[in-house]
T-cell receptor
Framework: DQQVKQNSPSLSVQEGRISILNCDYT??????FLWYKKYPAEGPTFLIS?????DKNEDGRFTVFLNKSAKHLSLHIVPSQPGDSAVYFC???????????FGKGTKLTVNP | KAGVTQTPRYLIKTRGQQVTLSCSPI?????VSWYQQTPGQGLQFLFE???????NKGNFPGRFSGRQFSNSRSEMNVSTLELGDSALYLC????????????FGPGTRLTVT
């Protein structure tokens, strides 16, 4: 039973365009959401996060949107750069624990 | 500040053997979590330690165990290795604060033959 789902295994966009990565979740007890970026042969790197009491958080080219009623969040990258090519993981924190639940990841390719 | 370090980076073992992986968290971080990453499965939570106590455990068999030392360094042990245990094992540390951000090491690539 997958509580965090990233339904698109891959995404390809042109440099300079917007990249939109999506994530759905089922557990209403999740109180915090995070996005991680992972390059091959490296551990995941924290990118941006959002509390469940907010609907938007922005950090430079990265913006995360949360729609609690739809149990959906998305990561927008504008403008996309070739260096953004990586696997992006959505993660959710369940209140009362230190456990993060991860999606399976979306491989983003930004073409020059 | 040094990041999370994991040793060894690569390991090849035979079925039936056991293995111990090591993780040193970021200085000051007292929470250490372990994850298993396999192709197409994302990161699966193994367990989390805080102040030498296991606080959370994922859905893995008892062959997977861990511990944390007083300096917050952690070890993970897998006994009676199976082919399906081949994976990237990632360790993450955190301050165990309100932002829940975890910082990952580069991982240990375990291959079981």
């Amino acid at each position: 039973d997958q509580q965090v789902k990233q339904n698109s295994p891959s995404l390809s966009v042109q440099e300079g365009r917007i990249s939109i990565l999506n994530c759905d979740y089922t557990n209403s007890m999740f109180d915090y959401f995070l996005w991680y970026k992972k390059y091959p042969a490296e551990g995941p790197t924290f990118l941006i996060s959002i509390s469940s009491i907010k609907d938007k958080n922005e950090d430079g080219r990265f913006t995360v949107f949360l729609n609690k009623s739809a149990k959906h969040l998305s990561l927008h990258i504008v403008p996309s750069q070739p260096g953004d090519s990586a696997v992006y993981f959505c993660a959710a924190h369940q209140g009362g624990s230190e456990k993060l639940v991860f999606g399976k990841g979306t491989k983003l390719t930004v073409n020059p | 500040k040094a990041g999370v370090t994991q040793t060894p980076r690569y390991l090849i073992k035979t079925r039936g053997q056991q293995v111990t992986l090591s993780c040193s968290p970021i200085s000051g971080h007292r929470s250490v979590s372990w994850y298993q990453q396999t192709p197409g499965q994302g990161l699966q939570f193994l367990f989390e330690y805080f102040s030498e106590t296991q606080r959370n455990k994922g859905n893995f068999p008892g062959r997977f165990s861990g511990r944390q030392f007083s300096n917050s360094r952690s070890e993970m042990n897998v006994s009676t290795l199976e082919l399906g245990d081949s994976a990237l094992y990632l360790c993450a540390s955190s301050l165990s604060g309100a932002n829940y951000e975890q910082y990952f090491g580069p991982g240990t690539r375990l291959t079981v033959t």
